[in-house]
């Protein structure tokens, strides 16, 4: 039986709200320019990933797609993203287009915001792909042809949306209580719908890699490639392994040292020793498998947390209140034809926000807490709802009463 990686990676960095004091209200309406000398600076961390993760990553990538014909990936950018390095890292913009221009990697489509509009206003969410689907065209000459949503977050609905808008594929995480006795690693489809395929994330495989890789105290460390590819030689019943993962995995959220670039050389050779053995993307998965079920998620099922619900970003009463506020100007905000203001609104759209805001404990806090620029949730919290309170004001200014 023919075995396929399919190898997707995510890139993404949000306008993280600087200290942002409830008396510049009224009066500062930059919200995102941290001060030049703090780490947590958006433009310093687009400089510190881009040299940690993004120019190593796609240096070894290209080198890997040029030497071995059947390695193949897909891959993801927000729009926040590309904003960020065409303002700050034109260079490493580039080194995505060249990787892309191999001829061997395909783009997935998502919010140009990396937002959750898709579950408070559909014409936003309509929007978000649209203006991501138009930078990908633009920056990239591609049009994608299958879907992930926001934090991989995905339904019945969702799935009903894409096939209609014509992606001949949606993405999901492949959570046990979801699949119940099959596994991620077939093809299959979504209830409900006419034509569109369904990719499933093996998250204990990509989990390996994403998150247990640097640690010494897993008790598979250290992980080789050879080990690694056993695993999956080993599984019986499988067609699609489904790695899915951020891309900032490889050299910033598991450093150099770790031996994750080195894992990723070799990994590749040791797969394809075996002539049953190839890469696909994301595209090349959907035409090539048949679909073996349907499956049916009535409840919002993402990758994030041990739960795999919303619950990392609505979870808790913050949460709930600040999302729900920065939706509630939807109408009032895109009928200004503002552009500066509609697209400061749209930055606060983008749910690392609410992410920094969850008050999770253990393991899942502890995630929580690295990604955050933030001492407490509630810091996050309030110079968010500053932020969204000097959106109130400027709409007043206006005219446009709230």
């Not at 000097?390 to 709230?402: A, Q, S, T, W, Y």
Request: hydrophobic share 35%.
């Amino acid at each position: 039986m023919k075995k396929s990686i399919v190898l997707y990676l995510h890139a993404h960095q949000p306008y993280r709200v600087k200290d942002y004091s409830v008396f510049e209200v009224g009066k500062n309406h930059d919200y995102f320019s941290w001060d030049d000398s703090d780490p947590n600076g958006n433009q310093k961390i687009i400089d510190k990933v881009s040299e940690k993760s993004y120019i190593p990553t796609n240096k070894k990538l290209i080198h890997l797609l040029k030497i071995y014909p059947d390695f193949k990936l897909s891959l993801s950018i927000t729009g926040t993203l590309i904003t960020e390095l065409e303002k700050w890292a034109p260079e490493v913009l580039q080194s995505f287009v060249d990787l892309v221009e191999t001829g061997k990697v395909e783009i997935v489509a998502e919010t140009y915001h990396h937002s959750l509009a898709f579950f408070y206003s559909l014409q936003e969410f309509e929007i978000q792909v649209r203006m991501h689907r138009e930078k990908i065209e633009s920056v990239f000459g591609q049009t994608p042809k299958v879907f992930r949503n926001t934090e991989l977050a995905y339904n019945n609905d969702l799935a009903m949306w894409a096939d209609k808008s014509g992606y001949k594929g949606i993405l999901a995480e492949g959570w046990d209580k979801v699949l119940g006795w099959r596994n991620s690693n077939h093809l299959y489809k979504p209830i409900n719908t006419q034509n569109i395929k369904l990719l499933m994330k093996n998250y204990k495989l990509s989990d390996d890699i994403a998150f247990r890789f640097g640690n010494r105290n897993w008790n598979e460390w250290p992980l080789t490639a050879d080990k690694y590819i056993n695993w999956i030689n080993d599984s019986q019943d499988s067609e699609i392994f489904n790695l899915f993962m951020d891309y900032e995995t490889f050299g910033e959220h598991q450093w150099e040292d770790t031996g994750i670039f080195d894992f990723l050389e070799n990994m590749v050779p040791i797969w394809l020793k075996d002539e049953n053995n190839t890469f696909m993307t994301v595209s090349d998965a959907i035409d090539s498998y048949k679909v073996v079920d349907t499956i049916d998620v009535p409840e919002t099922l993402t990758w994030a947390d041990t739960e795999r619900d919303l619950s990392a970003w609505l979870g808790n009463a913050m949460q709930q209140q600040a999302i729900k506020a920065i939706y509630s100007l939807s109408s009032k905000i895109l009928g200004t034809d503002d552009w500066s203001l509609i697209e400061d609104w749209r930055r606060l759209q983008t749910s690392d926000h609410f992410y920094y805001m969850c008050t999770k404990y253990f393991n899942d806090g502890d995630i929580h807490a690295y990604f955050s620029p933030y001492k407490t949730p509630y810091d996050a919290t309030i110079n968010f709802m500053n932020a969204w309170h000097d959106l109130r004001f400027r709409l007043n200014e206006k005219g446009i009463e709230i």
